[in-house]
């Protein structure tokens, strides 16, 4: 029976020892790190949240004083953007905003079409001498690319800038593709068509 006691209490004071040294272990250990840094908690907002997010804060008012009376309104922040761009004369960054409105984007596509359309109509009267209408002998003799690469340039400004664009600024392919073009539009338009046919 004695003996047995004594291993008891040898088992008991190993097993205390045991315990009292791994407690200090758990203490003395690095913490393990979190999947996120703290400092990246700290500083980086949820983009999820609302702090996260940008928003325009400030409002843009747009005010008309009339003879009768003033009228003020608070711009939507898509014509926010165009209206104070306007104001700063920033006309790069206005007219890059406006293709990008969907209205005002369909209501400028309107006037260049009407404004190609009026070129097309100087062009196409015998009365103002374009190139195109000159198919005598003479004046083939006389025709050139540049000659007509000049009279779009002064007949039809934006007509010429489109076609030249297209063409990447060849010469030939900007004439051929106009005279093409204005010959579908007044049959009469032929000089080009005389001079590919007399070279």
Same mark, same amino acid.
């Given at each position: 029976? @004695?003996?047995?006691?004594? *291993?008891?209490?040898?088992?008991?004071?190993?097993?205390?020892?045991?315990? @009292?040294?791994?407690?200090?272990?758990?203490?003395?250990?690095? $913490?393990?790190?979190? #999947?996120? $840094?703290?400092?990246?908690?700290?500083?980086? $907002?949820?983009?999820?949240? $609302?702090?996260?997010?940008?928003?325009?804060?400030? &409002?843009?008012?747009?005010?008309?004083?009339?003879?009768?009376?003033?009228? =003020?309104?608070?711009?939507?922040?898509?014509?926010?953007?165009?209206?104070?761009?306007?104001?700063?004369? #920033? *006309?790069?960054?206005?007219?890059?905003?406006?293709?990008?409105?969907?209205?005002?984007?369909?209501?400028?596509?309107?006037?260049?079409?009407?404004?190609? /359309?009026?070129?097309?109509?100087?062009?196409?009267?015998?009365?103002?001498? +374009?190139? &195109? *209408? #000159?198919?005598?002998?003479?004046?083939?003799?006389?025709?050139?690319? /540049?000659?007509?690469?000049?009279? &779009? #340039?002064?007949?039809?400004?934006?007509? +010429?800038?489109?076609?030249?664009?297209?063409?990447?600024?060849?010469?030939?392919?900007?004439? =051929?593709? =106009?005279?093409?073009?204005?010959?579908?539009?007044?049959?009469?338009?032929?000089?080009?068509?005389?001079? &590919?046919?007399?070279?």
């Amino acid at each position: 029976m @004695s003996v047995f006691k004594k *291993w008891t209490d040898d088992e008991g004071a190993q097993a205390e020892e045991a315990c @009292s040294s791994e407690a200090p272990e758990k203490r003395d250990r690095e $913490p393990t790190p979190s #999947k996120t $840094p703290r400092a990246l908690k700290k500083f980086c $907002p949820n983009p999820l949240t $609302p702090t996260g997010t940008k928003t325009r804060k400030s &409002l843009t008012e747009v005010v008309t004083h009339y003879p009768s009376q003033t009228v =003020a309104k608070v711009c939507c922040p898509e014509e926010a953007s165009i209206v104070n761009s306007i104001n700063k004369k #920033k *006309w790069t960054t206005a007219a890059k905003l406006m293709l990008k409105h969907k209205h005002l984007a369909e209501e400028i596509k309107v006037h260049i079409l009407e404004l190609i /359309t009026n070129e097309c109509k100087r062009i196409s009267n015998p009365t103002n001498g +374009f190139i &195109l *209408w #000159k198919s005598s002998p003479d004046d083939l003799k006389a025709f050139s690319f /540049t000659s007509l690469e000049a009279d &779009l #340039k002064g007949f039809s400004t934006f007509l +010429f800038s489109v076609l030249t664009t297209v063409s990447n600024h060849s010469q030939a392919a900007t004439c =051929a593709a =106009a005279s093409i073009a204005l010959r579908g539009r007044q049959p009469r338009l032929s000089a080009f068509a005389y001079y &590919l046919g007399s070279i």
